[in-house]
């Protein structure tokens, strides 16, 4: 087949098609969530555009094998080896085991992707499932002189390599803020770099999960993770390698450096990153606390389908603010566009030249460096075009494999309830006023006027987007 798929290539900076490896096949390695916490609708923003990279890839005719880890040991606060335990931190805050923690997160993220048409990765490996293989690679590197032991635990040594900074240069990264808001410094490196492969002596006295290895009773390091389970099932070479672009560095730059000192050859040539989604205060992150949720879009009324086009809408290198106001225009666009397509009457043949026509339009937008805003004025321009509605449905239905919007499925009832103008003007007033005596400290009242509306049946949530409500069913 004719390779036509554009992207723009995080490792050489500009936009390149994709050649794979092995003619016809794509393997495409996604960085998985680390299941303390829910995941926010930031993270998802980079499942979403992954997951149309993914479809977009078999829709121009490739044979995709997906793999995703999912991250349930060895990450600590800091992507640089420092800080809390993440999956301690989350178990600490629930009161449950860590294990009991990795598997409710899991299956909620699985849940949250299901609401969004996320389609799930042909597999899907959790971290402590490879520990021997992780062991393996580490011994690899080790022999091959790329690892050493210090203080009890393993570190990858960037100073054997002639590049280390794959994605950008020192100067650049150390203009990232928050990439080294952790100063902790670890004492055993033997460069500012270096990372950790295995640890047997941590701070983290309470770690649950340990496992026996040739250098002690410990676990692995976060980024050793991803290198072997991508290794572990797509062989030497992967071609696409995608994540948010907070992960290329230092984690994807620590993948690089081990996979490709283990296998003495380069491993994966093209990377895609997704940029943040940002709130008013900057990037949502979960260590922030309280934070955007599918689980929240849904309570309060929206189709989580409708979060999805509002990515969509936007490109995957732009950085997106989210606001309550652009979900909701999202939302009557969207409603307006399943309705009009509803009304489509499927009579007649398919017009073969306005199919072709079309098809080539979208298929030109997607291989474009991932342009789905482009995608979805194609399909604008379908609803306006001169040509029959059997067409435009068969046309649609066939974008659909991409934008999975349930464009010609009959939308799901959970439309925002109709809301009473009476009581919705009530409950505004209230809110001003509540917002008035919390200024003037008055919280005792405050916290009245949130009961006298709970008391009808109004949940009110205070977030950083302004306060939310909604009527309890
Ligand atoms: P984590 O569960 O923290 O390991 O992150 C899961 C994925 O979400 C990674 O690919 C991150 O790069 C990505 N990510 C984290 N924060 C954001 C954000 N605010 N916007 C978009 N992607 C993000
Ligand atoms: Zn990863």
Not at 20 to 49: D, Q
Not at 95 to 120: G, P, S
Not at 352 to 363: C, I, L
Not at 376 to 401: E, G, H, P, Q, S
């Amino acid at each position: 087949m004719e390779n036509k798929f554009k992207f723009f290539n995080s490792l050489t900076r500009t936009v390149e098609t994709v050649i794979p490896h092995e003619e016809g096949k794509i393997g495409m390695y996604t960085c998985g969530p680390t299941v303390y916490h829910f995941a926010h609708i930031g993270n998802l923003r980079s499942y979403i555009m992954e997951d149309v990279l993914e479809k977009a890839l078999r829709y121009v005719g490739y044979d995709v094998k997906r793999v995703m880890n999912i991250t349930d040991v060895g990450h600590l606060s800091s992507d640089a080896d420092t800080g809390e335990d993440k999956m301690l931190k989350g178990a600490q805050r629930e009161n449950k085991t860590v294990m009991e923690i990795a598997k409710f997160y899991t299956d909620a993220f699985f849940a949250d992707c299901a609401a969004l048409n996320i389609k799930t990765p042909d597999v899907v490996e959790p971290a402590t499932n490879c520990i021997p293989e992780f062991i393996q690679m580490i011994e690899g590197l080790l022999e091959n002189g790329y690892a050493y032991l210090a203080g009890g635990n393993v570190y990858f040594d960037t100073s054997k390599l002639s590049e280390y900074f794959v994605f950008s240069s020192q100067a650049e990264l150390d203009t990232f803020v928050g990439v080294r808001d952790d100063v902790e410094e670890d004492t055993n490196k033997r460069n500012k770099n270096d990372f950790v492969l295995w640890f047997t002596k941590s701070k983290f006295e309470d770690q649950a999960l340990k496992w026996d290895s040739p250098w002690g009773v410990g676990y692995p390091g976060w980024h050793i993770e991803c290198s072997c389970i991508g290794i572990k099932h797509l062989g030497e070479y992967m071609d696409i390698h995608c994540g948010g672009v907070d992960n290329m560095f230092p984690h994807h730059t620590n993948e690089i450096a081990q996979s490709e000192s283990y296998l003495g050859h380069k491993w994966c040539p093209y990377w895609l990153h997704v940029q943040h989604l940002n709130d008013r205060q900057g990037k949502m992150s979960k260590s922030k606390g309280d934070f955007l949720t599918v689980s929240l879009l849904k309570e309060k009324g929206y189709n989580p389908l409708v979060y999805r086009m509002f990515c969509l809408q936007s490109h995957y290198r732009k950085p997106l603010e989210f606001s309550y106001d652009i979900l909701d225009n999202t939302a009557a666009a969207y409603n307006k566009l399943v309705k009009r397509i509803a009304g489509l009457q499927a009579e007649g043949a398919v017009d073969e030249v306005a199919f072709a026509e079309y098809k080539n339009k979208f298929e030109d937008a997607i291989s474009n460096d991932m342009n789905t805003s482009m995608a979805i004025t194609v399909l604008y321009d379908l609803l306006k075009a001169d040509t029959n509605d059997a067409t435009k449905l068969a046309l649609i239905k066939d974008f659909d494999r991409v934008l999975s919007l349930d464009l010609t499925v009959a939308p799901k009832e959970e439309a925002k309830p109709e809301i009473d103008a009476e009581l919705e003007a009530y409950v505004l007033a209230k809110i001003e006023e509540r917002k008035a005596a919390k200024k003037a400290k008055d919280f005792a009242t405050a916290d009245a006027i949130r009961d006298e509306l709970l008391a009808k049946g109004v949940v009110i949530k205070d977030t950083r987007e302004g306060v939310v409500w909604h009527v309890e069913a």
